[in-house]
């Protein structure tokens, strides 16, 4: 029996415990060594995390040896004494499992996530990690090129130039004013003896915390811990950090001047330490000030048509840290007028209390957002491990009532308290004018949704791993495998798993498709949903009048304001989002179980009543356009567009409009079109809304019923043709030049001609995997053009398979001087894959790892509604997860040297190029 047939036939016998999992019994056991080991048993799935946190990062560091942190983890997947390089990555993969590490400024964290039986290989790669890393010298020159192509990725992030610029200046004494990733001189000229002893002096056992939660038996996985960690002797203590920031004394400022389109404004503030009483009433101000549509920020900057994006992070760190405060101002508005709008916000908060109702979502929000973080065990172990390293584990145990206690005088006292002129630090991004042409497209057909980062991306180099940054802490993901693998073909990337029976799928009498899967082990629900009124639909002359539609959603109903809209989602700590895509309206939504009922009304309220408002239709018009116009300064998402449009003719669904017909498309589009295609598209003939969570199923369906039974529909249910291309009679090359920045991003692909109904989906999807697929560290492409030769930081493939033929593409960001030896050595890698296809070990590994992972990336609540979703919207079947490993296990190896023939043709590609290459 295949280890994914154990693992669903025990999901169907399991039943997950009633209590949410934070009520589950922490172990904690101190190893004579030093060792902390925190052990919590969840037996709703078999699944684990193990994962491995240690006491140093960037505050550990100083001058001459900044980022050596970050350089160290990434040295730490180079090979020890006995595994060689590589060789975590390929075992872990091989059982179907993911690993990956993390950086910041207070701790490094290595993780694995696998099915249950391999808790044993988890603990011995970790042990030896810590204990027996070579860090040769050969790899260490080849990897310190790599953190530049990094760091250089960054430096083309405004925002996260603002953020390096915020530390340096506001700190001037405490090492937290050093880079987590380094200055690049200290990056490339740190000595390998220096790096070495960095790691003698911090991967110890007395400075650890090793994390394990899941389907595990404490007394059996204690055995287990002793017999690899408990061998490892005790360390010397490491150095303490001494230093402390002298208290500010007066206002600091500093101003970026580069190519861009749009204003940036950072604020920060010096805040105590995490264990401090006063971080308490603090994060209760951050969540006042930015947390939802309904908070003052939102509404202040955003509602006020000053920024298109606005956030704020508590700044809760070991030592103290920045409460901070950012947005990104629409076109024509000034740096200046963002600081003063956000200044503005602040003295209201130091001048009067919030009120009770500010005060009460607030809590909600935190309280929902710790029940949240107790969905899959890969949330839970990151909570337990990030508190115990930065103060104790035990301080969750104690977070909520203290944050419950919290006053709106002690809210106000902190804001006076904290955020006075003397304390602040401002930090200007000055756009040095309109980056020139039109290629950047973030709303690409079919292709990865790619948003501006906010508060939850600057505190740690990091892999994706399943978000549980405590609140909006500054966690930056990126680091060895950040882009998507392609050889999923759900769109989640970490999901969640049905832990009872089969889904429940009801067509209500209108059509209305309603899936239900029951998971008790959490109490909180998932939903997703789609119905095809995307893209496909816009007129040719109205491009972007579906994503228009779908932004107005939220925008007022005949019942409710935008702004009530709002506040009844913020008060009860949920969310829901409702975008368009070229093929689907797309709809989700969180939500604790108890607010099951008001989230329904909710989505059922914006989906069937909107009533576009003449003001609100204006601010989104501003806010589309304004998005836009700063889309100019991404050379990804510039380059990506003119892929787009390149292997796609003018009037195909997938065809890309430069960005100034985007914008003159968006300002023809009228309040009376804005209705017409909504009265003619939004209906419940092609609507399905999944429903995965600590719901009932039938119960479930009744109230779907109730919100959307009577909802008429406007017609026979729509299909979609979407038309195949041919590809490329020749090779072209597109050249996209945006000489301020630091690094180009390149595009290398052609027509796909494969969609996801072909016979031959599941055979491409094993075949990219090998070539690309896999991502910067466990491909074909990753191996040569990152490992071997040093030249990009990430490096991955993509087929665009979904109801129509997408793209094929290979993409890297690397320095200008690199640009030329990465696609030459791109190309020919395609080429050697297309005359040789992968190897047996290749083929082995690619299934095993597709299989095998796919459990485990059924973890969450949200992944299985996304994975059913994908089930019914392509037709799989509602068995799709049970027959998902046979679909993949009947692929041969001959098949897969034939498709990479069939479908690879580096001769008929297109080449663009984007960043500052002549």
Do not use: C
């Amino acid at each position: 029996m295949t280890i994914f047939r154990r693992f669903y036939i025990a999901l169907l016998l399991l039943m997950a415990v009633s209590a949410f999992a934070a009520e589950n019994a922490v172990t904690e056991t101190v190893l004579p060594n030093g060792l902390t080991v925190l052990i919590k048993e969840v037996h709703s799935a078999p699944v684990l995390t193990v994962q491995v946190w240690y006491k140093v990062g960037s505050r550990n560091e100083h001058t001459g040896i900044t980022g050596t942190s970050h350089l160290l983890e990434h040295m730490m997947f180079k090979g020890t004494e006995e595994y060689g390089k590589g060789e975590f990555q390929r075992l872990v993969k091989s059982k179907g499992g993911r690993n990956n590490a993390s950086t910041s400024n207070d701790f490094t964290n290595y993780w694995e996530l696998l099915s249950t039986e391999h808790l044993e290989l988890a603990l011995k790669l970790e042990a030896d990690r810590m204990t027996n890393a070579l860090i040769d010298a050969k790899e260490l020159d080849a990897e310190k090129v790599v953190v530049r192509s990094e760091l250089e990725w960054r430096e083309n992030d405004p925002e996260m130039l603002l953020y390096t610029s915020m530390d340096s200046a506001a700190y001037t004494a405490h090492p937290y004013r050093w880079p987590i990733i380094g200055w690049t001189a200290d990056v490339m000229n740190v000595p390998r003896e220096k790096v070495y002893n960095y790691y003698r002096t911090f991967y110890h056992p007395n400075n650890a915390t090793l994390v394990i939660v899941g389907d595990v038996d404490i007394e059996k996985t204690m055995a287990l811990v002793r017999n690899y960690f408990g061998v490892i002797p005790k360390g010397p203590e490491p150095p303490p950090v001494y230093t402390e920031e002298p208290p500010q004394r007066g206002e600091r400022r500093f101003a970026l001047k580069r190519e861009g389109s749009a204003a940036r404004t950072m604020v920060g503030f010096h805040v105590p330490e995490l264990t401090d009483p006063d971080t308490y009433p603090i994060m209760v101000l951050d969540q006042i000030l930015s947390g939802g549509k309904s908070s003052r920020l939102y509404q202040s900057l955003v509602e006020g048509q000053i920024a298109t994006s606005v956030w704020s992070t508590s700044g809760s760190s070991r030592d103290p840290g920045l409460f901070l405060l950012a947005a990104t101002g629409r076109d024509g508005v000034t740096a200046e007028q963002l600081e003063k709008a956000l200044v503005e916000e602040v003295e209201k908060a130091a001048s009067a209390p919030p009120s009770p109702d500010e005060l009460t979502r607030a809590k909600n929000q935190l309280e929902a957002y710790l029940i949240f973080q107790n969905d899959g065990v890969s949330r839970q172990g990151y909570q337990l491990g990030y508190y115990n390293t930065l103060a104790s584990w035990k301080y969750l145990d104690t977070l909520l009532p203290r944050l419950n206690a919290v006053t709106a005088e002690e809210v106000q006292r902190v804001a006076k308290q904290y955020m006075t002129e003397d304390n602040r630090t401002v930090g200007w991004f000055v756009p040095t004018g309109p980056t020139a042409g039109g290629q950047g497209d973030s709303s690409m057909p079919g292709a990865p949704h790619f948003s501006e980062q906010i508060a939850a991306n600057y505190r740690s180099e990091s892999d994706r791993m399943p978000s549980a940054v405590p609140f909006r802490s500054n966690t930056v993901i990126a680091s060895n495998n950040t882009q998507p693998v392609a050889a999923s073909d759900d769109p989640a990337s970490s999901s969640t798993s049905p832990k009872a029976a089969k889904p429940k799928r009801v067509v209500l009498g209108n059509g209305m498709v309603v899936i239900v899967q029951e998971n008790p082990s959490n109490r909180t629900i998932a939903i997703s949903g789609n119905l095809k009124a995307g893209g496909y639909f816009d007129p040719t002359n109205k491009q972007g009048l579906a994503k228009f539609v779908a932004g107005m959603l939220s925008r007022g109903t005949q019942s409710r304001t935008a702004l009530d809209i709002a506040k009844e989602t913020d008060f009860v700590g949920a969310n829901i989002n409702i975008s368009s895509s070229t093929e689907a309206v797309e709809v989700s939504a969180k939500a604790l179980s108890k607010d099951f009922g008001l989230m329904l009304d909710l989505i059922s309220d914006q989906l069937r009543n909107p009533t576009f408002p003449d003001e609100q239709i204006e601010k989104l018009r501003g806010e589309m356009v304004s998005e836009l116009e700063q889309e100019k300064e991404n050379t990804e998402l510039r380059a990506r567009r003119a892929l787009y449009r390149s292997i796609y003719p003018k009037g195909h669904p997938y065809y890309s409009q430069t960005i100034e017909e985007d914008q003159a498309s968006i300002k023809s589009i009228a309040k009376d079109d804005l209705v017409a295609f909504h009265k003619k598209y939004y209906g419940p003939e092609t609507t399905v809304i999944v429903i995965v969570g600590d719901v009932e199923a039938d119960q479930a369906v009744s109230a779907v019923e109730k919100q959307f039974g009577n909802w008429q529909p406007t017609g026979p249910a729509r299909k979609i043709d979407i038309p195949d291309v041919a590809l490329a009679s020749e090779p072209s090359k597109v050249v996209i030049p945006v000489m301020d920045k630091s690094q180009a991003d390149v595009f290398f692909g052609h027509a796909g001609q494969l969609s996801r109904d072909d016979p031959d989906f599941y055979t491409v999807n094993v075949m990219n995997y090998v070539l690309g697929g896999g991502g910067a560290l466990d491909s074909r492409l990753g191996s040569r053009i990152r490992d071997d030769m040093g030249l990009v930081y990430s490096v991955y493939s993509w087929f665009e398979a979904t109801l129509g033929e997408g793209p094929w593409y290979a993409a890297f960001g690397a320095n200008p001087e690199n640009v030329d030896k990465a696609v030459a050595a791109t190309d020919e890698e395609i080429r050697r894959y297309i005359n040789s296809g992968p190897t047996e070990e290749e083929f082995k590994g690619a299934i095993d790892y597709i299989v095998g992972v796919f459990p485990i990336r059924l973890e969450r609540n949200d992944g299985v509604a996304s994975v059913l979703l994908s089930a019914e919207f392509y037709g799989l079947g509602m068995d799709y997860i049970q027959e998902y490993p046979k679909l993949y296990r009947a692929v041969t190896i001959n098949q897969v040297r034939a498709a990479a023939k069939k479908y690879l043709h580096p001769d008929r590609r297109t080449l663009v190029i984007a960043g500052p290459y002549k």
